[in-house]
């Protein structure tokens, strides 16, 4: 995953990955499942979340057991889930089913399964990418998932829209199997060593329950206004995905992280909450355009934060994606029962339908200040350690045995391949400037990888880190 090829093959299958979950959220009104009623649409697209819920929690049990078999079960078990459900939907749209309502519950349980299955290999494979192409493959891959769905979703007869989105999954599995198979066994020996804490705390997991909640509100009422209303909400986020690619050209210069993310989109969402009482389907059509677009944006960014975290900070990926997707899938499926009795099953008024987003909004803020200040203490430990500003030196004259000294200091202390680099550096005296754009990563990412460092030494200054590679007195 170190390589240009592997870069692009990357950026493609994330692509069709992206157009799949669009596509599955969606579902509804498309045709692998828009051969039954909307209420039975709705109910296999919740039963495939809470399959894929179940499994997850089965990832954050057996971590290593599914990490260990991932090669194993990705191409057949791909097939194996997503199989039926292509096989009903064909077999329904030719009226060769009578038992459609029941096969359909159990083909969508079993493409729950494959979609997770598809996501946890790209999110292994992208954390073994280099910091410095993971932001911007993402971020490409997501601006060309926009017209590969618009492309499936929107064709003239179901037989094409099944293809096509057959098609995608086939490359979506394949190249994911390739960059496996071609991944070296000692890098994926080294990645079951990673450390299996943090995942993500109760504070993070319960601001992404209720993103993932407005997700699915938003997303279920836009499937009950109809295939248009989805087609404007799809084309909608390829502005999410061009604020995303601008992120990423630029990302060593930002200070962004998820916190940036939510702290942006929330004054959105939110608006666009408060919004939907006061339109009709035009109107509604609007803000859930405006709240998933939105939405999308954040979690593609979240998807990069923590793949990028994962490689830097040598995270173990299954847990953390099991944690992550967790939280948001199930409020997803709150979201969408609750979406799915205020405008089908039992219609609000507007007075009604007010209180009810007034509601989810407060909670949404609510929970976001909550989140916001998880790790304000250590943040504030973090940027008084580095506070020091050592003005930059140049390394001494006789550079092997300047190298040797740090060597020994890297070993001693235990620093890890990325602690080693940014050591390095500032044992030159570089300051934090010039080591995210030497190494490719963020400021947030240096400063988090200095306090590891002085922590894991016992120092609280670059002086005092030049002081023992120039004078190792005690080495």
Excluded at 54 to 75: E, M, P, Q, S, Y
Excluded at 206 to 231: D, K, P
Excluded at 391 to 401: E, G, Y
């Amino acid at each position: 995953m170190q390589t240009p090829a592997a870069c692009i093959l990357a950026t493609i299958g994330f692509a069709c990955l992206t157009a799949w979950g669009t596509y599955i959220v969606f579902a509804p009104v498309l045709p692998l499942l828009s051969y039954n009623a909307a209420g039975v649409g709705i109910a296999c697209l919740l039963v495939s979340r809470l399959a894929a819920n179940i499994v997850l929690g089965i990832c954050l049990w057996k971590a290593d057991v599914v990490f260990t078999h991932l090669r194993r079960f990705l191409i057949p078990g791909a097939l194996l889930f997503y199989g039926p459900a292509f096989i009903v939907a064909a077999l329904a749209w030719q009226g060769l089913l009578f038992a459609v309502e029941p096969l359909s519950y159990v083909a969508w349980g079993l493409c729950g399964l494959g979609e997770l299955s598809l996501s946890l290999t790209w999110t292994i494979l992208f954390s073994m990418m280099s910091a410095r192409w993971t932001a911007i493959s993402i971020a490409l891959g997501g601006a060309l998932a926009t017209p590969l769905f618009l492309l499936v979703a929107g064709s003239a007869s179901p037989a094409l829209g099944i293809g096509g989105i057959a098609f995608l999954l086939v490359v979506c599995g394949t190249l994911a199997f390739y960059l496996l198979v071609r991944t070296d066994d000692s890098s994926l020996a080294t990645m079951r060593a990673y450390q299996q804490t943090p995942t993500i705390s109760k504070r993070a997991a319960f601001s992404v329950s209720l993103h993932g909640l407005v997700y699915g509100f938003a997303t279920i009422m836009l499937c009950l206004l109809g295939i248009t209303s989805i087609m404007i909400a799809a084309a909608a986020g390829i502005i999410g995905s061009a604020m995303a690619i601008l992120w990423a050209l630029r990302r060593t210069k930002s200070k962004w992280d998820t916190k940036a993310v939510q702290r942006m989109t929330i004054p959105i969402v939110v608006a666009a909450l408060l919004f939907i009482p006061f339109g009709g389907e035009a109107g509604r059509t609007v803000c859930g355009t405006i709240a998933v677009a939105t939405l999308a944006y954040a979690t593609l960014m979240e998807w990069t934060d923590q793949v990028v975290t994962n490689a830097e900070f040598q995270l173990f990926p299954v847990k953390r994606y099991a944690s992550g997707r967790l939280a948001q899938w199930t409020g997803f499926l709150v979201g969408a029962f609750i979406a799915y009795l205020a405008f089908r099953a039992y219609p609000l008024t507007q007075i009604q339908l007010m209180l009810l987003t007034c509601v989810i909004a407060v909670l949404v803020v609510a929970a976001f200040s909550f989140y916001g200040a998880d790790d304000s203490e250590a943040k504030q430990e973090l940027f008084e350690i580095i506070s020091s500003n050592v003005p930059i030196i140049d390394p001494p004259r006789n550079a092997t045995p300047f190298r040797e000294r740090c060597s020994a200091i890297i070993e001693r202390y235990g620093l890890s391949a990325r602690e080693a680099e940014v050591f390095m550096c500032l044992a030159k005296g570089r300051n934090v400037d010039y080591i995210q754009q030497t190494l490719f990563i963020s400021s947030n990412t240096v400063k988090t990888h200095i306090c590891h460092i002085y922590k894991k030494i016992g120092i609280n200054s670059q002086q005092r880190l030049i002081d023992m590679v120039d004078f190792p007195t005690d080495l």
